[in-house]
T-cell receptor
Framework: AQTVTQSQPEMSVQEAETVTLSCTYDTSESDYYLFWYKQPPSRQMILVIRQEAYKQQNATENRFSVNFQKAAKSFSLKISDSQLGDAAMYFCAYRSAYYGGSQGNLIFGKGTKLSVKP | NAGVTQTPKFQVLKTGQSMTLQCAQDMNHNSMYWYRQDPGMGLRLIYYSASEGTTDKGEVPNGYNVSRLNKREFSLRLESAAPSQTSVYFC?????????????FGQGTRLTVV
């Protein structure tokens, strides 16, 4: 079974600075997808960025980028130029590319609460 | 562009009461999911439905039942609520096609069982 681990329950960053959130996962599969979701106090789950395992190039979305290390099974999220609106809970999630019994279910880490200081 | 709509947003139940959480999506997705979110636990899968007419248990199915009413709707029922079911519940949907791999979530239901 796949597992996702986020080892930082809480993180803090100064506004305009850069912060990196860590995520590791365990799987025996070779093809899968990885995601970072943001959950602000409104509770809404918002997709931040995704990475396909077959792509070597790290995904980027504006101020958000990932460092995907497939051999190390690591998938960290870097937030550049942090803004007050980035304060939220961030979840790392794994999804198999093999639509067998799991049918595309997302497996989540326990989350990292990010605070942004003005 | 409603996406995934969950009702209600908040609910308080007494122990032993029953209720149904409703979920509907308008994105023509085949797969739908119910998760619960507890502090420090992330989101855990309760049940999922790969397609209309099929449902399967996830990681924490005990105490819940589901119905995939049609392609759009997937409901979660608590037959006899217990305080351990106090949680935030999320419905999600996705298309398993290669081009669209993300899951879309409803706004969540905060359920308190007293």
């Amino acid at each position: 079974a796949q597992t996702v681990t986020q080892s930082q329950p809480e993180m803090s960053v100064q506004e305009a600075e850069t912060v990196t959130l860590s995520c590791t996962y365990d799987t025996s599969e070779s093809d899968y997808y990885l995601f970072w979701y943001k959950q602000p106090p409104s509770r809404q789950m918002i997709l931040v960025i995704r990475q396909e395992a077959y792509k070597q190039q790290n995904a980027t979305e504006n101020r958000f980028s990932v460092n995907f290390q497939k051999a190390a099974k690591s998938f960290s999220l870097k937030i550049s130029d942090s803004q007050l609106g980035d304060a939220a809970m961030y979840f790392c999630a794994y999804r198999s590319a093999y639509y067998g019994g799991s049918q595309g279910n997302l497996i989540f880490g326990k989350g990292t609460k990010l605070s942004v200081k003005p | 562009n409603a996406g995934v709509t969950q009702t209600p947003k908040f609910q308080v139940l007494k122990t032993g009461q029953s209720m149904t959480l409703q979920c509907a999506q308008d994105m023509n997705h085949n797969s739908m999911y119910w998760y619960r979110q507890d502090p420090g636990m992330g989101l855990r899968l309760i049940y999922y439905s790969a397609s209309e007419g099929t449902t399967d248990k996830g990681e924490v199915p005990n105490g819940y039942n589901v119905s995939r009413l049609n392609k759009r709707e997937f409901s979660l029922r608590l037959e006899s609520a217990a305080p351990s079911q106090t949680s935030v519940y999320f419905c999600a949907s996705s298309d398993l096609g290669h081009q669209n791999t993300e899951a879309f979530f409803g706004q969540g239901t905060r359920l308190t069982v007293v």
